[in-house]
């Protein structure tokens, strides 16, 4: 009991300070370095989405891109032919999503591993074909993609454009982390482990597989939506090319790479998808492909849980070695 | 109806293309349980390797059997390195390194090749036939076509006939009784994931002078030939063999009356779903009892 | 060094172009007494990195101008980022190039929709988009997008020219037409439609299209052969059509067939469809094919070869991209040279607008580079061509449109 006050302190100042090193590079760096910011900020809910259903629940899914590309339509289209302000589309997106996630989870139940990873991977192969066949092209303007006009800030606030989309992206991803966060925190995150983990005895502990996995699967499909969403605003064009499979594989691997069930793994793994193929590109010029495979099956081996996980391991070692 | 039986006999044509790889996605999916999405891949990566033997000066079928020996090592030393540890791994984890896979091998084809479509000899051309059907059929098909029945029945009596074959069904069905009994089952693994390299190898030096050679080559074929593996039962190669040919007939008649052309690969995506959800085992297969 | 009067002198366009300066560093972003920055973004990765050629090449003829002794004493600086083909690294690449390696401008550009993603941007900065690598038609607007440009002849107007010679040569033809799902093949249609006219509703007797993930179009050729066409128009990238032309010929069905400029290559579509199976088979040209025979001694093509020998060694000299890269380089140098001292966007701008009847070695014989402030398409003319089992035989006169 007596330790309560100085934790609530504790935290408070954590979130404060959290608050400060989102907010600070808004008003440090320049317009393409928060562009950047503003990508990892989407893709790390993206991946946050999937990490609900592929990392805690187990159910591998190679096709949220599939999601995310509804999401980013969904904004779009109510933008360009709604005139929707841009915010007012976050929503909707996630509803849709989530709905189409219900919808995908419920033959979801039925596959198994690596059964649901090929379906869905014939899913996120399948997308760019889909949003440009007749009967999508009226709404996602076929081949041409949609031209968007991205946000301003509110009036009276002395930001540029940049600054704004930033830190807007940034408001939503917080929100959403801190509500992952909370959820994660319940008996939702228990079961959905349990299910990963051993899903017989979970259904004999009289969990509802069923039930908890085609919520998961909303959860997640309506996170990611969100992220295609942000990243459509932020991007201020769609196109079928900017939802292919590359997509949903660069998710998956950064997914992977950060740590599957993991919060901050996400947010790692965001810096990866954005920041890995530049620096690839030192390399080699064709090497993207190479450095990803690589890494990816090298963080399998060497890091199972991902750099979160093995940032996790070396500091509980550190703390265990002070405290002996 | 002249329309329909031509769209049928070039449906058979390009499902033979689907049939070949799907022959060595079964192995795969036999021997270790795993659906190798890298598998188009490594095939592609071989066909290359025969490209550069045949450009080097080997006849053709010096090339193929080297290719296909070439490809096998690379199979067995994937199992041995990679996959063997991840025996006891989680589902994600297996899928994390086949889709590594995917990506190096992708990369390493158009790091090395090049990106630029290639021509790829064909054994059965130049003899002066004008192919099957008017032409509906061409004479590599032709000859496609009976490599891979022949393939088919060499892998039916491979796993009747021979004592690596039987062990190989044994240490897939049930592991640990195979390693009481005295079967080495690390190595029939390995044996396995070799195998299906060399089928695979076998199915891109067939593809690759009808789609060409890049390092694309087999991204469209993988779910088609996943597709027809499934239909006629992942666990049964005539079933994935007839499937393969089924698929693209129906790939064929669905495009040209039904969906239309954009959607075929769509089509392939139901077709995988549909199968999953109401029929695992596939038209064909046998339906597996899992002891918990 | 900058003189008073050359800056004076082009005050008209650079005034509008960017704000009041105090250095002529502010004037000409990009440049420098010794260097002119310029960006581009290709796909070095992913499944179109086969373009990624062009930007090698690009960045090889840059390096030859500069042994040279570079453009009015300025080496060329030439960034070209990978995007991958995909628009949102696109835009990520682009504001890179111009945000932080501080290009004065970005040059060819790939891809409909990675450049589509881009170009708002580029007019809102008012960043030259000079020369973007794709043949859809929109990026000839001066009016809505003047600081974007395009380079080769668009899609739709050579579809058109493909529909007027079948209206004179054949006016009861049944055309068929295979076209790929994307920007790409729907342009075509658009463009024959634009050379067909009223007639298009009766001649055409059949369009289907393909998927870039389909292994073969073999369901596709038998449709429209079903379909009784017995003209044929191929709108498709080097794959689909080799195999189309080699499809038709199996199937001992001979159409009048027209395939699209981006597939004329002879030595990555028709060696690879069968040089005795093409026979007969038309397109329209604005370049000459480096593999073809016809331009073995051909005083343009030597040039080339002598840049490939020396600056490309080992890479592929029958890929097509290495040519077509050398023509927009040579283009871009032209528009450099008649810049002179003034680099700033705003004259560069200007400059690619004001091409004369330029004559670049890699163009087929009678067709020049020109532009003005109203005309932001810089090749409009094209010649049919036939195969007639060795080479392209050019025919009937340049068409310009």
Not at chain 2, 157 to 183: D, H, Y
Not at chain 3, 103 to 114: D, E, H, R, Y
Not at chain 3, 186 to 207: F, N, P, R, S
Request: net charge positive; aromatic share 8%; charged share 15%.
């Amino acid at each position: 009991m007596s330790g309560r006050r100085p934790t609530r302190l504790l935290s408070a100042a954590v979130v404060l300070a959290g608050a400060a090193v989102l907010l600070a590079p808004a008003f440090l760096l320049s317009g393409f370095h928060l562009f950047q910011l503003t990508m990892m900020a989407v893709y790390a809910v993206a991946i946050l989405g999937l990490s609900l259903v592929t990392g805690y629940t187990g159910q591998v899914s190679l096709g949220h891109g599939a999601f995310y590309a509804v999401g980013a339509y969904a904004s779009a289209i109510l933008m360009t032919d709604f005139a929707w302000p841009y915010w007012t589309t976050l929503p909707v997106a996630g509803a849709m999503c989530a709905a189409f996630g219900f919808a995908v989870g419920f033959p979801a139940l039925r596959l198994t591993g690596h059964y649901l990873a090929l379906v869905t991977f014939a899913l996120a192969v399948a997308v760019p074909q889909i949003l440009r066949a007749h009967f999508a092209e009226g709404w996602s303007g076929g081949v041409q993609g949609l031209v968007i006009v991205g946000p301003e800030a509110p009036a009276g606030l002395p930001l540029s454009p940049d600054q704004w989309t930033y830190l807007f992206t940034v408001a939503v991803a917080a929100v959403l982390f801190a509500l992952a966060r909370n959820l994660l925190a319940g008996r939702m995150r228990y079961a959905m482990v349990a299910i990963r983990d051993q899903p017989l005895a979970a259904e004999a502990a009289g969990i509802d597989l069923a039930r908890v996995k085609t919520r998961a699967f909303a959860l997640s499909a309506g996170c990611t939506g969100i992220a295609g969403a942000l990243g459509a605003i932020a991007v201020q064009f769609v196109a079928p090319d900017s939802f292919s499979v590359q997509l949903s594989i660069a998710l998956f691997v950064g997914l992977v790479v950060g740590g599957a069930a993991s919060l901050p793994g996400a947010v790692l793994g965001a810096a990866f998808v954005q920041f890995v193929p530049n620096l690839s590109e030192l390399v080699n010029k064709n090497a993207p492909g190479v450095v990803y495979g690589v890494l990816l099956v090298a963080t399998l081996f060497l890091m199972p849980h991902g750099v979160a996980g093995a940032l996790r391991g070396a500091v509980t070692s550190r703390r265990g070695r002070s405290n002996r | 109806m002249v329309g329909l039986l031509h769209q049928t006999l070039s449906g058979l044509a390009t499902g033979g293309v689907y049939a070949s790889l799907a022959l060595a996605l079964v192995m795969v999916h036999r021997s270790t349980h795993h659906l190798n999405f890298a598998q188009g891949e490594m095939a592609t990566f071989s066909t290359y390797i025969a490209l550069m033997l045949i450009q080097a000066g080997l006849p053709y079928w010096v090339a193929f059997a080297l290719t296909v020996v070439i490809a096998f090592a690379l199979g067995v030393a994937v199992e041995r390195l990679l996959m063997q540890r991840m025996a006891r791994a989680s589902p994600l984890a297996v899928v994390g390194v086949v889709i590594g896979l995917l990506l190096l091998f992708n990369g390493l084809s158009g790091w090395l090749f090049g990106f630029t479509i290639k021509q790829f000899p064909s054994p059965f051309e130049g003899n002066g036939g004008g192919g099957a059907f008017g032409g509906m059929v061409s004479d590599h098909e032709v000859g496609m076509t009976a490599v891979t029945i022949a393939v088919l029945i060499a892998m039916s009596l491979f796993f009747r006939m021979t004592k690596l074959g039987l062990a190989m069904r044994a240490a897939a069905l049930n592991p640990e009784s195979s390693r009481l009994l005295g079967i080495r089952v690390g190595a029939t693994l390995a044996a396995g994931w070799g195998v299906a390299a060399g089928l695979g190898a076998i199915a891109g030096m067939m593809v690759a002078p009808i789609v060409f050679l890049d390092p694309n080559m087999m991204a469209g074929v993988l779910l088609y030939a996943f597709a027809g593996a499934l239909l006629g039962g992942i666990d049964n190669p005539a079933g994935a063999v007839a499937g393969g040919f089924a698929v693209g007939v129906i790939e064929n008649l669905g495009g040209a009356y039904l969906v239309g052309t954009e959607l075929k690969l769509t089509l392939a995506l139901v077709i995988i779903a549909t199968v999953l959800v109401v029929r695992p085992a596939g038209l064909f297969g046998h339906v597996t009892v899992r002891r918990v | 060094m900058i003189s008073r009067r050359t800056l004076l002198g082009t005050a008209g366009l650079a005034a509008a172009a960017v704000p009041p300066a105090r250095a002529h560093a502010a004037e000409m972003p990009g440049v420098t007494d010794k260097s002119i920055k310029i960006g581009n973004t290709n796909p070095h990765s992913g499944p179109a990195s086969a373009y990624g050629a062009i930007a090698n090449a690009e960045a090889a003829f840059f390096k030859m101008v500069n042994d040279q002794g570079g453009i009015g004493g300025r080496m060329i600086e030439y960034i070209s980022r990978d995007d991958a083909y995909s628009p949102p690294k696109t835009v990520e690449q682009t504001r890179r190039l111009v945000e932080q390696d501080g290009v004065a401008f970005i040059l060819n550009g790939l891809g409909t929709a990675c450049q589509t993603a881009v170009r708002p941007y580029m007019n809102a900065r008012k960043v030259p988009q000079l020369f973007v690598a794709t043949g859809a038609d929109k990026w000839g607007d001066p009016a809505h997008f003047p600081w974007t440009m395009g380079w080769q002849p668009s899609y739709r107007t050579e579809a058109a020219i493909y529909g007027k010679y079948v209206l004179r040569e054949r006016p009861q033809a049944k055309i068929g037409v295979l076209y790929q799902n994307d920007d790409f093949g729907k342009d075509y249609l658009i463009g024959l439609k634009d050379g067909l006219g009223d007639a298009y509703a009766k001649m055409v007797v059949k369009e289907v299209s393909y998927e870039t993930t389909d292994p073969t179009i073999d369901s596709q050729a038998v449709s429209l052969q079903a379909a009784g066409a017995d003209t044929l128009v191929t709108a498709a990238t080097p794959k689909w059509a080799a195999q189309m032309i080699r499809k038709v010929a199996d199937l001992n069905w001979k159409p009048l067939h027209f395939i699209s400029n981006v597939s004329l290559s002879v030595g990555s579509v028709i060696r690879p469809a069968g040089v005795e199976k093409a026979v007969g088979v038309i397109t329209a040209a604005y370049g000459k094919d480096n593999t073809d025979p016809q331009w073995a001694n051909d005083r343009g093509m030597a040039q080339w070869r002598a840049f490939m020998a020396k600056y490309m060694p080992g890479a592929d000299i029958n890929d097509a991209n290495h040519v077509y890269a050398y023509g927009v380089a040579t283009t871009l140098v032209q528009v450099l040279k008649q810049c002179g001292n003034d680099l700033s966007r705003g004259n560069i701008m200007k400059q690619a607008a004001s091409l004369k009847d330029l004559e670049i070695p890699t163009l087929l014989p009678g067709i020049r580079v020109t532009t003005s402030a109203t005309n932001f398409h810089p090749i409009r003319a094209m010649q049919l061509q036939r195969w007639n089992g060795k080479a392209w035989e050019l025919f009937g006169a340049v068409i310009a449109v």
